[in-house]
């Protein structure tokens, strides 16, 4: 069920009552919180819910955290090829428990979906499941991702998911029958007078101040929460005042705002402001240990500041101290709290934070590098927060997260053009630009202004350090934008230029003589011959990549570029032969880049393939295929959220509906940006 509504309007609200009337019930509770601060960080709402309920403790070695999974995956009798993936999530290394599985990327990443999935299945079996998705306008891509297999699997299973978002998001499972959506809406003056009733009890609430709070609050319950207990609060503190100094209390006020009224409530607290400010600028939600080793207090006295807190209604707690966790009543809380920090002492609490995650935390860094790399980014340690936003972003793109890999590396890439630039500095630079390249072409498009100029940029950098006698130590970075640019040129069928890069990767390659650079060179000149009309040569081309590719060193390089040299060339190799007259060894070919597509589960790889072969399919006239082939992509680029290769299936629908004898269906198929 999505539930949405404005901030402050009281979804979370509900989704906390609703659990709370289901104490009694047998059922099993995920929770999971999504976070402003972690919209590109792949799985983090489910990594959390994941930490918390197998009981994750600061100072866990990774035998006991790996022991505390096995423990909680015991319930759903998840099976060990499962338990591997699902350990690498959490950043756990293997320690020779669970099998060695030797899996692309974009096969870990699905086998990753798939065991939630069949987790979830399981949990249901022996009793009804509540999941509750937190705040999904910040979840990041690859959560949203696993969360939508997860609506789509739930149509038949005994499960209730509660998803609560602004009305800013586009919930992409809306439409589906077994989805109900619920808005929510401002109070009317009744329902805030009632709610205003609640909050005072039996204290005395002059009716001028309560026409007010009604007024100022304009229906949303946050705000009349906050300011009525805000107004109770300074009440009193002046009749404390009055009594000590026996003059008349002055008249009560009402907050001009909400952040007033939160600035006033925290300014009341004393001492705990200072807390809740540091746990505001680690996040939402934070650890005892994580806030004890930036507080630097006795730990009676923390303790004693955040009961404060939490009988303020500000924080809530889970656990108990040193091993509890805290989360924020609101995100509109944790905005004022952090709001009533100045610059600098901002930049030094975000440098306290970053420097005991550093030295005191590890695991946790190993784990989320972008986690640090933002508090170093807040507290001006520029160097240290490019480097970790690259190692993110290169993090991300192992492990088939596109579009948390193109915003990690553009982060890295334009904190490291403020830095004076060094011999280093410009080789992480060069490295950085050119990883960019491959989400960016999966993305964006294969021919794209956004990839030309990614590629372009690394291009220049190259020459750039070239030309101060700095040449790259990887010899495959300069044919990673040779064949950039390649693909950018064939994509928009500029045939010249695209023949020109093929010959010049093919020029570079046989200088080096070694075998990687030779068949992508071979590789490259295969495409471009059939583009522009050479069939009989792209055939020996194809043969070469065919002759040269090694599984074990050429598969991996479908991460590096746009796909597996081995899959291009079988599919350039049969439209070859088919121009040439051989149809069935034409079909062969096809049939077998896309077995091996399938098999290799690389997404990116798989849709350039099916776009490719569903194309053949339509002019070869075998429709029903065809068909299939589409909707399949279409469905993955929707998941990977690549609007180039949607609209590549959507391109192709018109023109089946028109062979198939639907033409004014053609003509009235609407092509919506995806």
């Avoid at 986690?371 to 492990?399: F, N, P, Y």
């Avoid at 202004?449 to 300069?478: F, H, M, N, W, Y």
């Avoid at 909707?631 to 929707?638: F, H, M, S």
Wanted: proline residues 6%.
């Amino acid at each position: 069920m999505p539930l949405s509504g404005e901030a402050g309007i009281g979804k979370s609200r509900l989704a906390v009552a609703l659990m709370e009337a289901l104490t009694a019930e047998p059922h099993t509770r995920l929770r999971y919180f999504c976070s402003p601060q972690h919209t590109d960080s792949p799985f983090y709402p489910i990594i959390g819910q994941f930490e918390r309920a197998a009981g994750f403790a600061h100072g866990d070695t990774l035998q006991t955290k790996l022991d505390k999974l096995d423990a909680l995956l015991a319930h759903t009798s998840t099976s060990r090829q499962d338990a591997v993936v699902l350990a690498e999530m959490l950043s756990l290394p293997n320690d020779g428990r669970y099998p060695a599985l030797d899996l692309a990327p974009e096969q870990r990443r699905q086998k990753t979906l798939q065991a939630l999935g069949a987790q979830l299945e399981t949990l249901t079996r022996s009793s009804p499941v509540l999941m509750i998705l937190e705040d999904a306008h910040w979840a990041d891509p690859t959560s949203l991702e696993a969360f939508g297999r997860r609506v789509d699997q739930i149509a038949s299973l005994r499960v209730l998911l509660i998803v609560t978002f602004r009305p800013e998001f586009e919930a992409p499972w809306i439409g589906q029958p077994h989805v109900t959506v619920l808005a929510l809406n401002r109070l009317g003056h009744r329902e805030v007078n009632t709610l205003i009733e609640r909050v005072v009890g039996d204290k005395p609430l002059p009716a001028n101040i309560r026409k007010d709070i009604i007024e100022r609050t304009d229906g949303v319950p946050l705000f009349v929460e906050e300011m009525t207990k805000s107004v109770l609060e300074a009440g009193g503190e002046l009749e404390v005042m009055q009594i000590a100094a026996a003059v008349p209390s002055p008249a009560l006020t009402v907050p001009a705002s909400l952040h007033a009224s939160l600035m006033a409530r925290l300014d009341r607290l004393g001492p705990a402001k200072e807390v809740a400010q540091i746990g505001a600028a680690i996040g939402r939600e934070f650890s005892h240990a994580l806030l004890a080793a930036v507080v630097r207090k006795p730990e009676a006295e923390l303790v004693s500041l955040l009961d404060r807190l939490i009988r303020a209604g500000l924080l809530f707690r889970k656990g108990v101290p040193p091993h509890a966790t805290y989360l924020f009543k609101h995100a509109l809380v944790q905005d004022a709290a952090y709001g009533t920090l100045l610059r600098q002492p901002r930049r030094a609490l975000h440098a306290r934070i970053a420097d005991a995650l550093e030295n005191q935390f590890a695991d946790v860094v190993e784990g989320q590098p972008d986690l640090l790399a933002r508090h170093c980014t807040e507290a001006g340690l520029i160097d240290k927060a490019a480097s970790l936003w690259g190692k993110a972003g290169l993090r991300s793109k192992e492990r088939s997260a596109l579009v948390e890999a193109v915003e990690q590396l553009t982060r890295a890439l334009g904190q490291i053009a403020t830095l004076r630039s060094t011999p280093a500095l410009r080789s992480e630079e060069i490295k950085l630009q050119v990883a960019l390249i491959n989400p960016v072409q999966h993305i964006k498009g294969l021919a794209a202004p956004e990839t030309k100029a990614v590629a372009e940029r690394a291009r220049l950098l190259i020459e750039q350090a070239e030309a101060l006698g700095e040449p790259s130590e990887d010899p495959l970075l300069l044919f990673s934008v040779l064949d950039a640019l390649f693909v950018v040129n064939i994509t928009a069928f500029d045939g010249d230029i695209a023949r020109e890069r093929a010959a010049q990767m093919l020029v570079l390659a046989e200088k080096q003589g070694a075998k990687v650079p030779l068949v992508l060179g071979h590789r490259a000149m295969t495409a471009t011959l059939v583009f522009t009309g050479n069939f009989a040569e792209a055939v020996v081309h194809g043969d070469r990549v065919l002759a040269l590719y090694d599984p074990v060193q050429h598969r991996p390089l479908a991460t590096r570029f746009v796909q597996d040299p081995r899959m291009t060339a079988l599919i350039y190799r049969s439209l070859a032969l088919w121009a040439l007259g051989y149809s069935e060894a034409r079909l062969a070919g096809t049939e077998q880049a896309l077995s091996e597509a399938r098999e290799a589960g690389r997404a990116g790889a798989l849709m350039w393939t099916l776009a490719h072969i569903g194309l053949t399919q339509l002019v070869r006239g075998n429709y029903a295929i065809a068909q299939a082939l589409s909707d399949e992509q279409i469905g993955l680029a929707e998941e990977k959220g690549s609007v180039f290769w949607k609209t590549s299936g959507m391109l192709r629908r018109p023109s089946l509906l028109a062979v198939t004898g639907n033409p004014s269906h053609a003509v009235g198929t609407p092509q919506r940006s995806p």
